[in-house]
């Protein structure tokens, strides 16, 4: 029985022109501060937050708001409210994903923005101004990196694989020795991007990654043809009153069943 094609939801295209305008502006107003020592406060003791996340996010949250008042708001960088839960769609937003990294002067952060309904994102945008990079994607019409349509790589005898050392060592022994260990990138976002634009496979995500880190990242690596799912197999969902989720695996093939198989033995 052949698979319907998913059908957009009404206003997404509208909404994605929306998200990349705004997470264009953002990356102008954080390049801003790129490599000129912003001040920095730490959240919790160990999360850095820059005055340059503070100021894209205002920009954002101004900005997105203005053009859909009846949207839910979520992000890193302001306080929940669970008025939120009763909106239809809700912008999903991570002003700087990869704020170490900035700070460090790596280039591979991004702004990270989404639409989300009924727990799926609709609309998704990764804007990386220090990369020269936009990546963004709707449902069931491919995902796009500076306008040209990317695909996540086929699959080869020798896998190029980031993230934690500790959980890339539980792969497998028969397939350690087909895995290119890459360097372990701080902007989650940014290195599901790199698996949906061919120059990764697969990664890992430790426990507690929140939806503003993966939501527009989720949409773009599905539509080029990969998945990121949880340790039952699922896909995350957006959103909701839980935005922490636990361990996950992205990649595509037979890789990603490998991580996924590893990710199920993990007790969380």
Not at 119 to 127: K, N
Not at 205 to 221: E, Q, R, S, T, Y
Not at 235 to 260: C, D, K, M
């Amino acid at each position: 029985m052949p698979v319907p094609e998913p059908v957009i939801s009404a206003g997404a295209a509208e909404d994605l022109a929306v998200l990349r305008e705004a997470a264009r502006e953002a990356g102008v107003i954080a390049m801003r501060y790129f490599g000129k020592n912003p001040q920095v406060w730490m959240k919790g003791g160990t999360s850095p937050v820059s005055e340059a996340d503070h100021a894209a996010d205002a920009y954002l949250q101004r900005t997105l708001l203005a053009a859909r008042p009846d949207y839910g708001w979520l992000s890193e960088e302001t306080a929940d409210d669970p008025v939120r839960l009763s909106a239809r769609r809700t912008f999903v937003v991570d002003p700087i994903d990869g704020t170490r990294g900035f700070l460090e002067g790596q280039r591979s952060w991004c702004v990270s923005v989404a639409v989300v309904e009924d727990g799926r994102t609709l609309a998704g945008v990764l804007e990386c101004p220090a990369m020269q990079e936009t990546y963004w994607a709707l449902p069931g019409e491919g995902a796009f990196r500076n306008g040209t349509r990317i695909a996540v790589r086929e699959p080869s005898e020798l896998a190029t694989i980031s993230g934690l050392k500790s959980m890339i060592d539980m792969v497998p022994a028969h397939w350690q020795s087909r895995l290119n260990r890459a360097p372990y990138y701080p902007s989650l976002a940014y290195r599901l991007a790199m698996i949906a634009n061919g120059q990764l496979d697969a990664t890992f995500v430790k426990p507690n990654a929140h939806d503003w880190d993966i939501a527009a990242a989720d949409l773009i690596l599905r539509e080029a043809g990969g998945e990121l799912i949880d340790r039952h197999g699922r896909p995350p969902r957006y959103a909701g009153e839980v935005i922490r989720h636990g361990t996950l695996a992205a990649g595509s093939g037979a890789l990603l069943a490998v991580l996924a198989g590893v990710i199920a033995g993990l007790e969380e």
